[in-house]
């Protein structure tokens, strides 16, 4: 019904940018809440940002001032603005989206990861 196809990782260096994508396909009204979210091997799932629609936008202290959750018009696509690359950035990025479905509830789904590699 609904998938997430991430996209925009890849390679960069120190104090470069990169901006990742979620894109919402299928059934549904639009995107809720959206949350990125970042993985390293050995180490925990962390959240990184989250956009709710009707609350402050939240960053992982690690990111905050760096790092920008955006969300287009139609609500099928999310953003992270991603600037001032660090090292520690590195990880797989996961999307993660409320989406409102044609039952008139809210379901939540996970992109497919896209990988960020940040050298020094």
């Known amino acids: 019904q609904v998938q997430l196809v991430e996209s925009g990782g890849g390679v960069a260096q120190a104090g470069q940018s990169l901006t990742l994508s979620c894109s919402a396909s299928?059934?549904?009204?639009?995107?809720?809440?959206a949350a990125w979210y970042r993985q390293v091997p050995g180490k925990e799932r962390e959240s990184v940002a989250v956009?709710?629609?009707?609350?402050?936008?939240k960053y992982a202290g690690s990111v905050k001032d760096r790092f920008t959750i955006s969300m287009d018009s139609a609500r099928t696509t999310v953003y992270l603005q991603m600037n001032d690359l660090k090292p520690e950035d590195t990880g797989t990025y996961y999307c993660y989206a409320y989406v409102y479905g044609e039952d008139y509830l809210w379901h939540s789904y996970w992109g497919q990861g896209t990988q960020v590699a940040v050298s020094s």
């Open positions: 956009l709710t629609p009707a609350a402050p936008i």
């Open positions: 299928g059934s549904g009204f639009g995107v809720g809440t």
